[in-house]
């Protein structure tokens, strides 16, 4: 198993170094790759709006280029009431890089958890698999 409020922790120090300059909306990740080791992330906004990367994907991208390819959990905190749940495009990219198999642990503004498999949030979806002859 692996240390949950360590990763909640991490996600929230994360949160603090996001950089929402136009929506105001802070966001923090932390990914857990199968070594122990975590990769934090933040949403980082643009000018070009467009150009605007989640939190899931800074922490994502920092993993694989550190060399990691195998993950167990993904942590994610906003300012939020509800649980805050990672949006479509990050969805798909953490099932590319990380697998449907990691825990995706939600946090909402009373501290409490829910954990839920990448898997059951993006059921029926695009892959690798599709792209192979
Ligand atoms: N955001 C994330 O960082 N992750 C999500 O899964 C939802 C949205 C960021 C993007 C943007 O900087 C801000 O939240 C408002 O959409």
Do not use: W
Not at 41 to 51: D, F, H, K, R
Not at 53 to 77: M, N, W
Request: aromatic share 8%; proline share 3%.
């Amino acid at each position: 198993m692996y240390n949950v409020k360590e990763l909640i922790q991490k996600a929230i120090e994360a949160k603090s170094k996001a950089l929402p300059i136009y929506s105001n909306f802070h966001v923090g990740a932390a990914l857990l790759s199968d070594d122990g080791k975590i990769y934090q992330g933040a949403n980082i906004e643009n000018s070009s709006y467009s150009l605007t990367i989640c939190a899931e994907r800074t922490a994502a991208f920092a993993a694989i280029l550190d060399g990691k390819r195998k993950f167990k959990a993904i942590a994610l905190v906003g300012d939020t009431d509800d649980y805050l749940p990672p949006c479509g495009a990050c969805r798909q990219v953490l099932s590319d890089l990380c697998g449907k198999e990691i825990d995706v642990i939600l946090v909402n503004g009373k501290d409490e958890t829910k954990t839920v498999k990448l898997g059951e949030l993006l059921p029926y979806s695009f892959g690798e698999e599709f792209l192979k002859k």
